[in-house]
């Protein structure tokens, strides 16, 4: 079961209930393997690369993934799901019990910035935007908003207006963004498109975007009812979104209409990102890796040999992948002349 399944595991099953005060919550311990642990989510600080995970785990590389150093204090051990740097210094982790974390060294050293275990609701992505702005999502339509680089959160109700009507489409709900059980649905994975310019997928076939940087949202008209993990902009109006089974669809006019992409897996795919001038990579559960070389139209299904689930991946150089998953981190080198991997 790959690093993404895990989490959602974890997530789903009791709705939000009022506990009494939390204790403070424990440091992440040290951990001879840390980068062969549980990682779900990579970002870079720069030149640097910094990944998040289980047990309260921080790792960053200088040397573009192959080798790792943990950071040096994490005050929580929670499940860490989502990272963000607002410039080479400035970075925010999320994670379960409403985790948020704040860096200003490059990711070596961690401040708690907000908890609130009794709440039930994890954390599952971040955003960092400019001046300062962030947002963070998770279970239930969970929505924090920092305007200080993650120093302080204001929780706020995510209210997405009514899609518009696109031919062909699907309104994935009209019970808008309550979704099961009236506690909202699970937003899994913020992107953005430019500094105005977000998207949200989320569960049951849910997508949204915000043109003034999260200060309103829509949602789409969704190609299928499954849920989505994944959305990856690809410059100007063009946008994958991809989760369940191996469901891949893309849009050319900023999510009002899809068509689906073969993707050659029945694996859930989970994370992605762009690299060179016309490369996207996907990777998802079962070590599958899928690679385009014309902008995200078609892919190449690159097996991994363990099989192990892969949850993000980064591109810190034109032919390099770096991903993390169930088994950590690894590095995967492209071949741009046989469009393969080694």
């Not at 908890?115 to 935007?129: F, S, T």
């Not at 937003?187 to 309103?216: F, M, V």
Request: proline fraction near 5%.
């Amino acid at each position: 079961m790959g690093a993404r399944a895990l989490l959602l595991l974890a997530v789903l099953g009791s709705a939000p209930a009022v506990l009494a005060a939390p204790e403070p919550p424990r440091a992440a311990e040290p951990a001879r393997l840390a980068d062969r642990s549980l990682l779900t989510a990579i970002a870079a600080a720069g030149e640097r690369l910094v990944a998040v995970g289980d047990r309260g785990i921080i790792v960053f590389s200088d040397d573009g993934g192959r080798n790792w150093s943990q950071a040096a204090s994490v005050p929580t051990q929670a499940l860490l799901t989502g990272v963000c740097f607002l410039d080479a210094q400035h970075g925010i982790a999320v994670g379960h019990d409403l985790v948020a974390l704040a860096s200003s060294d490059a990711g070596r050293t961690w401040q708690l910035t907000h908890y609130a275990p009794e709440a039930q609701r994890p954390l599952l992505d971040v955003w960092c935007g400019s001046d300062g702005r962030a947002i963070a999502i998770g279970a239930y339509s969970t929505y924090l908003s920092s305007a200080d680089a993650g120093v302080t959160w204001s929780e706020q109700p995510f209210t997405p207006a009514p899609p518009p009507e696109a031919p062909g489409a699907r309104v994935a709900s009209a019970e808008g963004a309550r979704g099961a059980e009236g506690g909202g649905f699970h937003l899994n994975r913020i992107a953005a498109a430019s500094a105005s310019r977000l998207y949200i997928a989320a569960e049951a076939g849910h997508l949204y975007r915000s043109d003034d940087a999260g200060a309103s949202w829509r949602q789409l008209a969704s190609p299928y009812e499954g849920s989505f993990f994944g959305v990856l902009p690809l410059g100007a109006d063009a946008v994958l979104a991809y989760g369940l089974r191996g469901n891949l669809y893309r849009s050319e006019n900023g999510g009002v209409d899809w068509h689906k992409i073969t993707s050659a897996t029945l694996a859930m795919l989970d994370g992605g990102t762009r690299w060179g001038e016309a490369g996207v990579v996907l990777v998802g559960l079962s070590g599958v890796v899928l690679v385009s070389r014309d902008g995200g139209r078609t892919f190449t299904l690159l097996q991994q040999a363990d099989h192990s689930g892969l949850a993000a991946t980064l591109a810190p150089g034109s032919g390099t992948l770096v991903a993390v998953g169930e088994a950590g981190a690894r590095v995967i080198e492209v071949s741009a002349a046989a469009g393969g991997a080694r």
